[in-house]
């Protein structure tokens, strides 16, 4: 014996589609700051400087290199691990052309 379908409430109808895309419900919209009087425009950044314009070199003179190695022995429990990974990461760097031998 078959019973009858209880009473089964239809599923709701799909969103509208509007020129194809579903319609925003406001929940995903950035919100934007307002403006200040002082300011209408947001202002440009300022440009970036040059590394030559913030220092005149990129590297460790061998005197500064003597003074962290030094430094790196006396510091902490582990001045031989340091002082070798201070030689390791300076002496591919130098050059012979620029007088530093290895």
């Known amino acids: 014996m078959a019973f009858p379908p209880r009473n089964v409430p239809k599923p709701a109808p799909g969103p509208k589609l ?34 030559l314009d913030r220092r005149t070199r990129e590297y460790l003179t061998p005197a500064e290199v003597e003074k962290l190695l030094q430094a790196s022995s006396k510091v902490g429990r582990h001045g031989a691990r340091d002082r070798t990974l201070i030689l390791l990461a300076y002496r591919p760097g130098c050059s012979d052309a620029a007088g530093v031998g290895g």
Do not use: F, H, W
Not at 26 to 48: C, D, E, F, H, L
């Open 18 to 51: 509007l020129n194809g895309n579903v319609p925003s419900r406001g929940r995903n919209k950035k919100t934007v700051a307002p403006r200040s009087r002082a300011a209408p425009y947001s202002a440009i950044p300022p440009r970036r400087t040059s590394n």
